[in-house]
């Protein structure tokens, strides 16, 4: 399977770029994101209404989960154990080298050029290192006396990923690829002495290939993109004693056609097929499914809908035909109201690839369920009532098939360190409430709290584990001249509940961070996480650090 793989993906640019020739691409298309005021909850509608004095520009970002470094955020070492910050901002420079060093041993660094920058081709190259490697406390008050008090966690990744992108002019053609290094070890609550588990050191590498073709700006009755990729996710360890590691190897294709019916209305269908296959994993299946999604858009000045069904078909992997509803609606009420509502649903696959994004610290030789949502109802309202202030609420009910809840595993009643996703059916109770101020370019302020209630399909229960049952924060931004910059923030998550294994404390974070610009290619930076040094675990049995700062400098070139 994984040989058939490399053949299609090495093929696939080459058969590509013969299509130019074809007289179907005649003449030059573009690509929109289909029915763009609708959106699926109230935290995606964030448009600030314009600011009439002082004027205020939003710089335009694009999003990539591999072509650009992430950005260095407060907890940017470990504001989760899986993952670093926030999804990652493209760099505009053509060069650019930062690093970072704090206690803890945390340090961060990016660095990258853009080899070719023109209007034809863009070829960029980049690199990003992240660790750690610091005592921790645990917050366990356990009877045995055996458990240790604290522990060391390390933690290392490396990532190089290299992207091209060619304009044929009437339609674009990318290919991208990267490896990434992570070695860690599972910290967590561990019993001395355990036997039967493998050691509490870790490897994984990963790989990925990925190309992709695009219609570009211009006029046409289609609008369509094609990409097709394999990402290849190995373990140098298994979870019991002598056992090897396991592999995931997935092979994802994926379109999205549209064709306008007149200037209000268009017709859209996007679809997808993966195929997932472990290596040296006895107790797992392969699998794969097919996902189509018709959907037929209309929009006038203040009404936009959008009414379509997803039907997801899947081999080997449970139920084999499941439908879901994909209806969506947004009403302009008056020009600073808007009202929204969306039912939507569909099949999520939990590959260890995308669940790794949440945690790294789950059990290597368990096969995570896949998740089944037959119905995702919310609804919400926007006001953009003063200059510069926005406020938004919204609700909605979610049921769930085989939601994941993240436990610690054991053995005999013993923590071995590890923890696993857990498939339970289970629906939810979502409601959110965020405001947010810009004053000009000075100054950015923003607060939400969310709520959301989970209980068992079956018997009604309350369970949350590792989703907390109230979570929010407020941020502030303030530039009093413009290469000083200001930053202060609040986190806050409450209501982890692990049944008999008792409640976690509350998680309050308090973060600041300054930065100045002396040129426009150089500048340093510094902040301090967890101020307060609160005492807290990221997972049950899994100790964060306590107050932590970091400083910086940042290249541009």
């Not at 995702?376 to 909605?396: C, E, K, Q, T, Y």
């Amino acid at each position: 399977m994984k040989r058939f793989s490399f053949l299609i993906i090495s093929v696939f640019p080459f058969f590509l770029s013969a299509q130019v020739r074809s007289d179907s691409l005649r003449r030059e298309v573009t690509i929109e994101k289909d029915f763009t005021p609708i959106v699926r909850d109230a935290s995606k509608i964030n448009t600030l209404p314009e600011v009439e004095a002082p004027t205020v520009t939003k710089q335009s970002i694009r999003y990539s989960d591999w072509t650009v470094p992430a950005p260095l955020e407060p907890r940017a070492v470990l504001l989760a154990p899986g993952g670093f910050g926030e999804k990652p901002e493209e760099n505009q420079s053509r060069g650019y080298v930062d690093f970072g060093i704090g206690n803890y041993l945390n340090m961060v660094g990016n660095a990258g050029y853009r080899i070719l920058q023109n209007d034809k081709d863009k070829l960029g190259v980049w690199l990003q290192h992240r660790s750690t490697c610091g005592t921790v406390d645990y917050n366990q008050s356990l009877t045995e006396d055996y458990y240790p008090d604290s522990k060391k966690m390390h933690r290392l990744e490396e990532r190089v990923v290299a992207d091209y992108l060619h304009s044929f002019g009437k339609l674009d053609l990318g290919i991208s690829g990267g490896y990434r290094y992570d070695s860690f070890n599972y910290y967590g609550l561990r019993y001395p002495g355990l036997t039967g588990i493998s050691s509490p050191n870790q490897e994984i590498n990963r790989f990925f290939l990925k190309s992709h073709i695009a219609s570009t700006a211009g006029e046409s009755d289609l609008l369509y993109k094609v990409s097709l990729a394999y990402y290849r996710y190995g373990y140098h360890r298994g979870y019991l004693q002598d056992e090897k590691g396991a592999a995931e190897n997935l092979v994802n294709a994926d379109f999205t056609l549209s064709a306008p019916i007149d200037r209000r209305s268009s017709i859209s269908l996007d679809g997808s097929f993966d195929y997932v296959g472990y290596s040296r994993l006895q107790s797992a299946a392969n699998y794969g499914m097919i996902s189509l999604n018709p959907r037929y858009d209309w929009r006038n000045e203040h009404v936009a809908f959008a009414v379509g069904v997803k039907a997801d078909v899947s081999f080997n992997n449970g139920t084999i035909l499941r439908f879901s509803p994909d209806v969506r609606f947004d009403w302009t009420i008056v020009p600073d109201v808007q009202f929204y509502t969306a039912f939507t649903g569909g099949k999520k696959l939990n590959t260890w690839r995308s669940v790794s994004a949440y945690t790294l610290y789950f059990n290597p030789s368990a096969q995570v369920d896949n998740t089944y949502v037959p119905l995702d109802a919310s609804l919400g309202i926007r006001i953009n009532a003063l200059p510069g202030f926005s406020i938004g609420l919204s609700g909605g009910y979610e049921i769930c098939k085989k939601a994941l809840f993240l436990l610690p595993e054991d053995l005999d009643g013993k923590f071995t360190g590890v923890s696993r996703f857990w498939g339970i059916d289970a629906n939810a109770l979502k409601a959110e409430l965020d405001v947010s101020y810009r004053y000009g370019t000075k100054l950015e302020a923003s607060a939400k709290v969310g709520y959301h209630r989970w209980k068992t399909a079956d018997g009604g229960e309350a369970i949350s584990y590792n989703r907390p049952q109230w979570e929010g924060g407020a941020n502030i931004r303030y530039m009093p001249v413009r290469p000083f910059v200001l930053e202060a923030g609040y986190e806050f998550a409450a209501g982890r509940e692990y049944s008999n294994l008792g409640k976690l404390s509350d998680i309050h974070l308090v973060h600041l961070k300054a930065s100045y610009a002396f040129t426009s290619w150089f500048s340093l930076y510094g902040l301090t996480d967890n101020v307060l040094n609160r005492k807290y675990d990221i997972l049950y049995g899994m100790p964060a650090q306590g107050i932590n700062f970091m400083f910086g400098v940042d290249l541009k070139f």
